[in-house]
């Protein structure tokens, strides 16, 4: 089975651009989350859905982030402005929905983004 | 969210045993505890979760201290993939299917 998918896997822009992040869940789960990892801050959370409804965006910097899932199956992450200090690797992960004590979370391969 | 404390890092020899540490002295009695581990440039993977009794899995061993104030995850005989950041943390159950990541152990494998 195909795991989480993301992409781009690497995107290099300039200040002030517009950044669109796609992640693909694994079929048939029904958490998605976005990370950021960055040297400093480590891994942090981002916003996380829940049959495709939003339940935490508490980790979001700003206004110049927002997500979106459209459906079961994409969402999306995006920037926009885009500043420099964005630069970091973007995680998506899914989750079956399940009892506690069952909350794994599969992980895609990143997105590495440069804002120049 | 009940906070777990790791060492920055470890080291092992190739084909040996590896006991990575890791402290919740706050621990709730309904709180899980899981491992996650990250391969360099990957994103992270699961490795292995529980409540109160010791744990196995094709990845490692989990073993719950009996006043569960400490865990300790075991991989039997590590190997140079091993090699990666492994993190400790604790779920809080109910509908909040967050997990929070601290900064976790980096294990270095010799050959």
């Known amino acids: 089975d195909a795991g989480v998918i993301q992409s781009p896997r690497h995107e290099v822009t300039e200040m002030g651009q517009e950044v669109t992040l796609r992640c693909k869940p694994i079929s048939g789960h029904n958490s998605l989350f976005w990370y950021r990892q960055t040297m400093m801050r480590g891994l942090e959370l981002l916003i996380y859905f829940n049959n495709n409804v939003p339940i935490d965006d508490s980790g979001m910097p700003e206004d110049r982030f927002s997500a979106k899932m459209p459906n079961a199956s994409f969402s999306t992450l995006k920037i926009q402005p885009s500043e420099p200090r964005d630069s970091a690797v973007y995680f998506c992960a899914s989750s079956p929905l399940g009892l506690a004590g069952r909350k794994t979370q599969y992980f895609g391969p990143g997105t590495r983004l440069l804002v120049l | 969210d009940a906070k777990t404390t790791q060492p920055n890092s470890m080291e092992s020899n190739e084909e040996e045993p590896v006991h990575l540490p890791c402290n919740h002295s706050?621990?709730?009695?309904?709180?899980?505890i899981h491992w996650y581990r990250q391969l360099p440039s990957q994103g992270p993977e699961y490795v292995i979760h529980g409540l109160t009794s010791n744990v196995n899995n094709r990845m490692a061993s989990l073993a719950i201290a009996e006043d569960r104030k400490s865990s300790t995850l075991i991989l039997h005989r590590a190997t140079l993939r091993d090699a990666a950041v492994y993190y400790c943390?604790?779920?809080?159950?109910?509908?909040?299917?967050?997990?929070?990541f601290g900064k976790g152990t980096l294990l270095t494998v010799n050959p």
């Open positions: 943390i604790l779920d809080s159950g109910g509908s909040n299917y967050k997990l929070t």
């Open positions: 706050t621990i709730s009695g309904t709180d899980y």
